[in-house]
């Protein structure tokens, strides 16, 4: 399995297991209950045709996440030893079998058995009973549809920094670089004391501008569990799913078409709408909206008593901070663009229009590149897991120079030019050198 496949997976099982993370605060009828909405619900696992998780799974993912120090590697998928080796039928194989059958609920037993077995859910030489397909179908009841009742109820978090929410709005026209531009307004409201962690507005409604807001949210209020987005593609992106598990932030997409969930912040956007936007004159640079925008939360929005809470937002927060956690100091590192690329025998890879040179063992290795756009100068190379450290720039002119013998690389002084005299290259009988 790639490098990257266990990657998505590892961030999948830490969405699951996100609300058990904290659970030292929960009792135990509330760990249950959480358990049984986990095993109730219907998953699109990668790279599985399950729809569905069993307690002892989600259990044992929790438990290789807290033994392997809150890390999002221990996630990782591991190797199965009985490779090749038929196997009676499994979980893996009736959930496959049960999703297969939500697909095409009106084929028959055999048929559903030979498309199972075209698709690879089962072995192509594994024999079942259709009584055992049958009364496995009957079990999950697949024919009666229960209607969905969506729970529409306020709620609040409990502390600060439990949940943030965070969405996009559309800004006025600002000038920048000479130019009339659409602004776009990304901001981070944390859910129980209604302060906002940062805002700002940007000329790009993309994950880049996104990503870049939420950096600095961290950095000045710490770590959320959870951050509660939209489900547009402005908020789906693999950069953003792995630097939130890789930091401990339960990521969550709210249902399409239904805003009611991020309710905080879209009413706090209707109120920069009028308390702020509506003195803004035309004609106004990016870099004085922002300012506006900034001195307006800091001295008036989250010092102001708030209408719901009674509290002013700051004075809410604070009442939190033990429960804080800080951003680590190699934030900017876990919000790295990833790559992957084969080493060539010649040791090197490109990557962002550039060659770099990675160490000898690589040769030959589909590696993962982790980077910044805006910093080639820092490309770490990793493989397995493990760093290999920053990759170097190639330079040609030093190459040409190398010779490499029974490992040891020598570096050959380059040679000195030839002293030409006189008007000719080459003469009869004479020195060439002359």
């Given at each position: 399995m790639r490098e990257d496949q266990k990657r998505e997976i590892a961030v999948f099982r830490f969405g699951v297991i996100s609300p058990l993370t904290g659970i030292a605060r929960l009792g135990k009828g509330q760990k249950e209950a959480i358990l049984r909405e986990l095993t109730a619900r219907q998953w699109e696992i990668p790279y599985s045709g399950r729809t569905y998780i069993s307690r002892s799974t989600i259990l044992n993912w929790l438990k290789r996440y807290?033994?392997?120090?809150r890390r999002i590697e221990a996630l990782?998928?591991?190797?199965r030893q009985d490779r090749g080796k038929l196997r009676a039928m499994d979980e893996d194989m009736a959930l496959g079998l049960i999703e297969l059958k939500k697909e095409i609920p009106h084929a028959s037993l055999p048929v559903i058995l030979k498309e199972a077995?075209?698709?690879?859910?089962?072995p192509s030489n594994f024999r079942v009973s259709n009584s055992s397909i049958?009364?496995?179908?009957?079990?999950?009841?697949?024919?009666?549809?229960?209607?969905?009742?969506?729970?529409?109820?306020?709620?609040?978090?409990?502390?600060?920094?439990?949940?943030?929410?965070?969405?996009?709005?559309?800004?006025?026209?600002?000038?920048?670089?000479?130019?009339l531009?659409?602004?776009?307004?990304?901001?981070?409201?944390?859910d129980h004391s209604r302060l906002i962690s940062h805002a700002e507005f940007y000329l790009r409604e993309n994950i880049q501008s996104y990503i870049d807001c939420l950096r600095k949210a961290l950095q000045k209020r710490g770590l959320p569990e959870k951050l509660y987005v939209d489900n547009g593609p402005t908020f789906r992106s693999h950069q953003l799913s792995?630097?939130?598990?890789?930091?401990?932030?339960?990521?969550?997409?709210?249902?399409?078409?239904?805003p009611e969930g991020r309710g905080k912040i879209e009413r706090w956007f209707q109120?920069?709408?009028?308390?702020?936007?509506?003195l803004i004159e035309d004609a106004i640079s990016l870099d004085e909206l922002n300012e506006r925008l900034l001195k307006w939360i800091d001295e008036d929005y989250n010092i102001k008593v708030h209408s719901s809470t009674k509290e002013t937002p700051l004075g809410r927060y604070t009442k939190h901070l033990s429960l804080i956690r800080p951003a680590p100091k190699d934030l900017n590192d876990h919000f790295r663009r990833r790559a992957l690329r084969k080493v060539y025998r010649d040791r090197t890879v490109t990557i962002m229009g550039r060659v770099y040179e990675a160490p000898v063992e690589l040769i030959g290795r589909s590696i993962t590149l982790l980077y910044h756009e805006d910093d080639p100068s820092r490309i770490e190379a990793f493989y397995e897991g493990k760093s290999f450290g920053m990759l170097t720039v190639l330079n040609p002119h030093i190459n040409s120079r190398i010779k490499r013998h029974q490992g040891i690389t020598e570096v050959v002084p380059p040679e000195q030019p030839l002293k030409i005299k006189g008007g000719k290259l080459f003469r009869k009988g004479g020195n060439d050198n002359e």
């Open positions: 807290e033994e392997g120090g990782y998928p591991e190797e077995k075209k698709r690879g859910i089962i049958y009364r496995l179908f009957q079990r999950y009841a697949l024919n009666e549809k229960a209607p969905e009742r969506i729970d529409r109820r306020r709620f609040e978090a409990e502390h600060a920094n439990q949940l943030w929410q965070s969405d996009c709005m559309h800004g006025p026209m600002v000038t920048a670089q000479g130019k531009r659409k602004s776009y307004l990304f901001a981070f409201i944390d792995f630097a939130c598990a890789s930091l401990g932030i339960a990521l969550l997409h709210s249902r399409p078409y239904q109120t920069v709408r009028k308390s702020l936007l509506s």
